[in-house]
């Protein structure tokens, strides 16, 4: 019962170095989300998608790209990463809206340096 | 717009005493809201939710929160703490049935002492 997996769950990063993170999800679900967490913040949505080959911005998108070019996959990019990306980052998956809930990924710790 | 606050970032109780976890929200529509938690180290999972079904809402791990409209909050409660319950709790609101979006609170991290 695998549920939503994210890779890598640990990453170190330059200043300027690109990344992609990848969550993948077994369970069919069409709206999946990234969100970042920082402490004393909460949790801030950066992208999300409502279904395959769709993106929409969140609350905190800049200097972040999805993609969603199959259902059970969706990618976070950074270009460019600066130390204020810093964070850790979440995937969750949702079967529907308003009153299902998400199903998170264990995180991604990201440090830029 | 829609917005969830949790009163005390640090909540520290003793083994075998009462849990009381605060969360209010503001939504101009009726909402449902989550609570999650989340064991360090690890993603968040699914506590309990309201879906304005019953007002008094049955979790795992023997939580359970009181939607109360006339105060907008949705309080967590446990009646006896256990060591294992020392997490971070996430309040969470979502305004209505055609939105698919969560508003987060900032968490609040419980501590159980022996």
């Known amino acids: 019962n695998a549920g939503v997996t994210q890779t890598p769950k640990f990453r170190v990063l330059k200043t300027g170095q690109s990344m992609t993170l990848l969550c993948a999800q077994d369970m069919n679900h069409e709206y999946m989300y990234w969100y970042r967490q920082d402490p004393g913040m909460g949790l801030r949505l950066i992208h999300y998608s409502v279904g395959e080959g769709t993106t929409a911005k969140g609350e905190v998108p800049d200097g972040y790209n999805v993609s969603r070019l199959k259902k059970q996959n969706f990618l976070l990019g950074l270009e460019s990463a600066a130390p204020s990306q810093t964070s850790v980052y979440f995937c969750?998956?949702?079967?529907?809206?308003?009153?299902?809930?998400?199903?998170f990924g264990s995180g991604t710790r990201l440090t830029v340096v | 717009a829609q917005s969830v606050t949790q009163l005390g970032s640090h909540v520290s109780v003793s083994e075998g005493a009462l849990v009381l976890l605060r969360c209010n929200y503001s939504s101009s529509v009726p909402p449902y809201l989550f609570w999650y938690v989340q064991y360090p180290n690890q993603g968040l999972q699914l506590l309990l939710k309201y879906t304005s079904a019953a007002t008094l809402v049955k979790g795992i791990n023997g939580f359970e929160a009181e939607f109360k409209k006339s105060e907008t909050s949705f309080h967590l409660t446990k009646p006896s703490a256990h060591m294992s319950d020392a997490a971070e709790y996430f309040c969470a609101v979502s305004e209505g049935s055609g939105t698919y979006k969560y508003i987060f609170g900032t968490g609040t991290r419980l501590k159980v002492l022996a």
């Open positions: 969750a998956s949702s079967s529907g809206q308003g009153a299902y809930g998400y199903t």
